[in-house]
């Protein structure tokens, strides 16, 4: 029920939304609650079904609600008061839906903008919205390591008067997350309003989310959204319109980067039509006693892949261990037992897959060359990349990466070493596909459209660091390495 809704800009919170805000605020060490907006008191309700040990404090200034949430709330939790000329203790977790009273309708904006210089340092912007107001004050009403979550219009991200919010949100490396709504959403009965979830905690975030919603069941899994971009601090402008940075992530193009197809191709690996049937590991092998001729080398599985760089040695290994580390290659039979298996294969009707009906012989296998460097298809946050030394071809669940021309081993190498590094998987992940679930994917033409560091550009010296602890990837730390190789890539991919 409303009852002063014009007056008191009384929209109340849809319930999954409210779950998820106080779910997120809620962490095991939160001893006290604050709703600075209580009205009919949703998230209240939703904390005290969490933990009912919680200090609850909520604050109205409209009686009503203080005196309907006196069946839920002790006397002394319950505050008829207005928020902004309240004086409050320091909260673990505060949740809420404040008014969206425009700047016309603040009386008094003239005094709060002077208290809120001398008592929070910030000078706010004469139109910004109520909202802005109660965010500014609950932030400085934190505990250290607390958490706190808002829900108002997304405006002040691409407006004039934001740009001291985003200013203070940069400097305070509060905001966690942007959660903003597809405005085609309507989140609260009879009001015309953009609606973002905003997501802080009292502490130095090095990254900020901005996270799209077009459907609030989205809101069920806390930890991976659909569209999710992610920035570091030191990416965002203030003075920029972040409506932006929800879209697909910008790339400052520099002359040192090049598309990755100007070095080379990246291909899919090899697609059988019947893994089980064509992948082969040695004791199969044996037992049907196929000849060596039909059995073609092969990566079958990514997980098997566990070193960076695949020598003859780990594949050898991954043959005593009875991986599935062959094709069969039915094209070079020349014994009894092959062309029984080949056999086999038609009376199973494995000849009549898309793929091998579409083949002549149908038990062939396409003919691409190994590798020398592999990329994973799918990952999370990180691409796969493999140097593979081994001359073993590999199926789908990699894409290869083949040079133009003829490279170096030292080339193909830095190469490597380049692709490994957070500063080149930073400027590739701009041209993923995103899956559900924080899965992305890479299609061979998504990578080959990439931008990638120009090697050619990198001087004598860093070359000969960049060797020396590529050889090192082998013995110590590849982290550390990793991290070493990174520190003289993003020199000159950051250069202009
Ligand atoms: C948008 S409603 C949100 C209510 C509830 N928290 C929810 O999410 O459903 C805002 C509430 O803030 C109250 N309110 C408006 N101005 C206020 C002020 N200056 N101090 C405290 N509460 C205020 C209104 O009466 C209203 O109940």
């Known amino acids: 029920m409303i009852h002063n809704k014009k007056k008191y800009g009384q929209y109340f919170t849809n319930e999954k939304i409210a779950k998820f805000m106080v779910n997120w605020v809620i962490k095991n060490k939160t001893k006290s609650f604050l709703d600075p907006a209580v009205g009919e008191g949703v998230f209240i309700k939703l904390a005290q079904q969490i933990d009912k040990t919680l200090n609850m404090t909520a604050l109205d200034i409209d009686d009503y609600w203080c005196q309907y949430l006196q069946h839920y709330l002790k006397k002394d939790c319950i505050k008829n008061a207005d928020y902004l000329n309240t004086e409050l ?113 009292n502490k130095y ?65 090899i697609a059988t039509g019947n893994n089980s049937y064509f992948t082969l590991n040695t004791k199969k092998i044996s037992d049907l006693k196929l000849s060596k001729d039909v059995c073609l080398p092969c990566i079958t599985k990514s997980a098997d892949i566990t070193n960076l760089i695949f020598d003859i040695e780990e594949f050898e290994k991954l043959k005593r261990d009875n991986k599935k580390t062959y094709l069969f290659n039915g094209t070079n039979a020349n014994c009894q037992n092959d062309y029984e298996y080949i056999s086999y294969g038609e009376n199973s009707g494995y000849d009549k897959t898309y793929l091998t009906s579409h083949r002549k012989p149908w038990y062939s296998i396409e003919n691409k060359m190994p590798a020398p460097i592999l990329l994973s298809v799918f990952c999370r946050n990180k691409l796969k990349v493999i140097r593979n030394t081994s001359n073993v071809r590999n199926l789908t669940t990699f894409h290869g990466f083949y040079f133009n021309k003829l490279e170096k081993e030292n080339f193909i190498n830095l190469f490597f070493c380049y692709l490994l590094t957070p500063t080149a998987q930073k400027i590739l992940f701009n041209n993923k596909r995103e899956y559900g679930d924080g899965l992305d994917k890479f299609e061979p033409n998504d990578l080959n459209n990439a931008y990638v560091l120009n090697i050619n550009l990198i001087s004598e010296n860093d070359r000969n660091k960049i060797l020396n602890l590529y050889e090192d990837l082998k013995k110590s730390n590849r982290n550390k390495c990793i991290e070493e190789m990174d520190n003289i890539f993003s020199s000159y991919t950051e250069a202009s």
């Open 89 to 201: 203790d320091k909260y673990d977790a505060i949740v809420c839906n404040p008014p969206y009273n425009k700047f016309q309708k603040i009386k008094n904006r003239k005094i709060l903008i002077n208290n809120f210089q001398e008592k929070y340092s910030i000078k706010l912007n004469g139109y910004s919205n109520l909202c802005i107001y109660f965010l500014i004050k609950s932030l400085n009403e934190l505990n250290t390591n607390g958490r706190c979550a808002y829900i108002i219009p997304y405006e002040f991200l691409n407006t004039g008067y934001g740009e001291v919010i985003k200013r203070f949100f940069i400097e305070s490396h509060m905001l966690h997350s942007i959660i903003k709504f597809d405005n085609s959403m309507k989140l609260f009965e009879d009001a015309i309003t953009t609606s973002c979830i905003l997501l802080f905690e």
């Open 205 to 269: 975030n090095e990254k900020i989310h901005f996270i799209n919603v077009s459907n609030i069941n989205e809101l069920d899994s806390t930890n991976s959204f659909i569209d999710e971009k992610i920035y570091t601090y030191d990416e965002l402008n203030p003075n920029g319109k972040w409506l932006n940075y929800f879209k697909i992530k910008q790339l400052k193009v520099n002359n040192n980067l090049i598309k990755l197809k100007d070095i080379g191709q990246v291909k899919r690996g």
